[in-house]
């Protein structure tokens, strides 16, 4: 049997193996292997037909739809390049990215459409739309020229660019903590080694079905189509709108893996869960930040056949760490080690390693390395850097990833988070992690969802601040939140303040509680 060196092969090679066997599943819909490689070979045609040039870009405006999937594999089949635009972005944010990376031809929905009207005319390289479900009229000829899905996919198939391994896939916009949204490039290899790499240990298999929950858009949503391809197996796509929405789908599909951030896990936590799903649930898996300990111990309460997996990873190299289920008791807050074709390393501001359990940044080697930043060589070179001191006489060197994200590993090389690099809070000459803060406040089990920064202050640098919900069915009495604090917490350590909000706290676009509008808000309210 071949092996997928390239992202559609990963279907193209599980329909060699059992066509029939079902790869999506959207709700009463499913479609199998072979629909599904075949859909991709005539939507790649049907671009080549539109005249779409090797490298170009693809965008999709689309929720989680056969169609979001069949575009997302079919770009890079006819050797384009595919954009993902998360559905909840704004129109003048889908403008600015359909802009920055000068989108050919952009893939979206007839009300999307609609919501796209004023930016449009704005993106000069925008020269073909192609709309699912188009019932009525298309816009009349101009630029940019309408199709109907359908009549693309119907068009006669064609030979696509040569395409290999190290060509660009993808660009994954992701917000940084400033500015506007960087477009991390990604290839071929640093998608299918991810693949290879998170399916092996999470040990995907046909019999498994995956839950698509978070946002294709998203690098760990994305890898939940990706891993399950690789391994022949089921995907339930699935646009929610309330938590018990997910509940209600891994009962209803028998989902085997769930892959989710600590936000959405927090709101599940605080539910009741039909006690069926852990006899078919294998494993759950945390990415996109740390899972409080409250948290993940009422989730193993819950669930006590099933394998929690704690992961930690990055778009710039998709997929860095991951904790054993067999470790998880001995060490929960921890990220685990680097995951199988990558090396994980703990460097110093001048790149010698760091002690066991002193704090550096996280620094990610390997064949799921990205290609830099979309346009940016200024942020790529701050990123994407040589590795000190290695292979002096290499003309060309590797590149490794700096993440920016401070972590501490213990002396059997398990790491830890303690946070990125620009939350950092500095106050009373001590630096300190909000995810830290947050923990503590998660373990009183007096708050629902909570948010910790750092403000402006005279004379300790910075205070620290503290947005929070009340427990869900609960209220939330402050001054019993700060005394605890105060007994579980160094002085320097204490909220200066804590604002109760009715939840849920908000979130950004990939389903993070979105702490740098919560602290531009605050800032902007009391006129720090």
Known sequence: MRDSCLLPELIAISAERDPTAVALAYGKQSLRY?????????????????GLQRGERVGIYLEKRFETVIASFGAPAGGGVFVPLNPLLKPEQVGYILRDCNVRVLVTSPERLMLLESVLAECRDLRQVVVVDAKADLPAAGTPACHRWDDLLAAPPRPGHRVIDADVLAILYTSGSTGKPKGVVLSHRNMVAGAKSVASYLENRPGDTLLAALPLSFDAGFSQLTTAFHAGARVVLLNYLLPRDVLKALEKERVTGLTAVPPLYIQLSQLEWPAAITEHLRYFANTGGRMPRETLAALRARLPKTQPFLMYGLTEAFR??????????????????????????????????????????????????????????EKTAERYKPLPGREAGLVIPELAVFSGDTVRSDEEGFLYFVGRRDEMMKTSGYRVSPTEVEEILYGTKRVGECVAFGVEHATLGQAIQVIATPPD????DVDALIAECKARMPAY???????????????????????????TEWIERHGH
């Open 34 to 50: 072979g629909e599904l490689r075949d859909a991709v070979a005539r939507f790649a045609g049907g671009l080549i037909g539109l």
């Open 320 to 377: 860095s760490t991951y904790l054993p289920p067999e470790e998880v008791d001995r060490r929960p807050d921890s990220i685990g080690k680097a995951i199988p074709n990558a090396e994980i390393l703990v460097l110093r501001e001048d790149g010698t390693p760091c002690a066991p359990n002193e704090p550096g940044e996280l620094v990610h080697r390997g064949a799921l390395v990205g290609m830099g930043y979309w346009n940016d060589p």
């Open 473 to 476: 069915g609960g209220t939330l």
């Open 493 to 519: 350590m204490v909220p200066a303040g804590i604002d109760v909000r009715t939840g849920p706290l908000p979130r950004n676009p990939n389903g993070k509680i979105d702490r740098k509008t919560l602290s």
